[in-house]
């Protein structure tokens, strides 16, 4: 199976900070990375498709760029509403879909 | 507006059995394949199954091959997971989920293993 390794686990930032996060795959995934935003008691919310496509909706402040097995979520200027959860996810091989274990993006 | 609405969840002793199902409503279900990620508490998301729109490709993580089986209904726009011989750690969150990617998700139905 293809595992997806993130990083930092948590990241403190603040308001308007720009802050990015890593994903690694063991094996190259092409462009089929997604990322997810999670808030407590909330079901996650789908970011980015195929590495750097925004879904419906998402704020032009979130950005996805890699492919092969380095990818990076970029969130240029912190908004209080973007402290949560966050997981990439590769879907190369729909026999086995694999999250990141997560980053915790909390408020300095 | 695309809602997806789990159901059957709940608390069983190891070994038993549970079906979850979740209605799909506001979007064209058929053609879409469909998946089952769950969430341990205070853990990370783990893709449970998938199975694509005519139900012709399904596939499992391996802690749960052999116990889990998805399904669909696509003249009822349902999903199902069929799950036997269950442990204390499939205790978790049950979403289901249209896709990969998951563009929309259920609410979650929880489904805890203890005696």
Redesign the interface.
Known sequence: ?IQMTQSPSTLSASVGDRVTITCRASQSISSWL?W?Q?KPGK????LI??ASSL?IEVPSRFSGSGSGTEFTLTISSLQPDDFATY?C?Q?ES?????????TKLEIK | EVQLLESGGGLVQPGGSLRLSCAASGFTFSPYAMSWVRQAPGKGLEWVSSISGRGDSIYYADSVKGRFTISRDNSKNTLYLQMNTLRVEDTALYYCAKGPPFNYWGQGTLVTVSS
């Open positions: 199976d997604a997810y999670q079901a996650p919310k789908l498709y195929k879904d997981y996810q879907y729909y026999s086995a879909v694999t999250f990141g274990q997560g």
